[in-house]
């Protein structure tokens, strides 16, 4: 059964300060993989998505992820974080049954220190 | 703007109150969900519609039930609802075809007294 794990709960960084969002997935076939920005109260926006091709995938608001299939990952990153990052962060993997059979991490809670 | 539209934004029931929520897409999908999304728990799957048939039903309490009438709307009936069924209630859209992502509307905040 496909799966996936987000090791850290809730990560602050400082504002400028370099991030970088753990995903882990277990997934029998060629996963697709997405992350997905939440901020508070709302609902779930579409950073970035991996289906193939080029490993490192470029996303809006300045993040990118990398899919390395050799430790079933795929890690959010950001050069510079700004306050309005702060949101909970989901990472997510599906595969050819498309987004009916996304399974979804438990989230990354983002705090930004001024 | 959403293409995702969920009414109402808040809800609060008594648990022996019926109250539905609503979702419409603008998007042109042809499958829509529903999502629980409780504290501290991953996003949970309820309900799975592809061109208005219900393909998926994840061991759902029957107190929910949902109707999809068309492509572009989901509702979600609510009856005899717990204290535990307090949560967010997302719904999204998708085209339905491999390897395409799931389009999300700002939910609905239900809570249940």
């Given at each position: 059964a496909q799966s996936v794990t987000q090791p850290d709960i809730h990560i602050t960084v400082s504002e400028g300060a370099s991030l970088e969002l753990r995903c882990n997935y277990s997934y029998g076939a060629t996963p697709y993989l997405f992350w997905y920005v939440q901020s508070p109260g709302q609902g779930l926006q579409l950073l970035l998505k991996y289906f193939?091709?080029?490993t490192l995938v470029q996303g809006i608001k300045g993040f990118e992820a990398e899919f390395k299939r050799s430790q079933s990952s795929f890690n959010l990153r950001k050069p510079s974080v700004h306050w309005s990052d702060a949101a909970e962060y989901f990472c997510a993997v599906g595969g050819?049954?498309?987004?009916?059979?996304l399974v979804f991490g438990q989230g990354t809670r983002l705090t930004i220190n001024p | 703007e959403t293409g995702v539209t969920q009414t109402p934004r808040h809800l609060v029931m008594g648990m022996t109150n019926k109250k539905s929520l609503k979702c419409e897409q603008?998007?042109?999908?042809?499958a829509m969900y529903w999502y629980k999304q409780s504290a501290k728990k991953p996003l949970e799957l309820m309900f799975v519609y592809s061109l208005e048939e219900r393909?998926?039903?994840?061991?759902?309490?029957?107190r929910f039930s949902p109707e999809c009438p068309n492509s572009s709307h989901l509702f979600l009936h609510l009856h005899?609802?717990?204290?535990?069924?307090s949560a967010l209630y997302l719904c999204a859209s998708s085209q339905g075809a491999s390897g395409t992502e799931a389009f999300f509307g700002q939910g609905t905040r239900l809570t249940v007294v």
């Open positions: 193939s091709g080029d050819i049954q498309g987004a009916q059979k | 603008h998007l042109g999908h042809n393909v998926e039903n994840n061991s759902v309490p029957s005899t609802l717990q204290p535990e069924d």
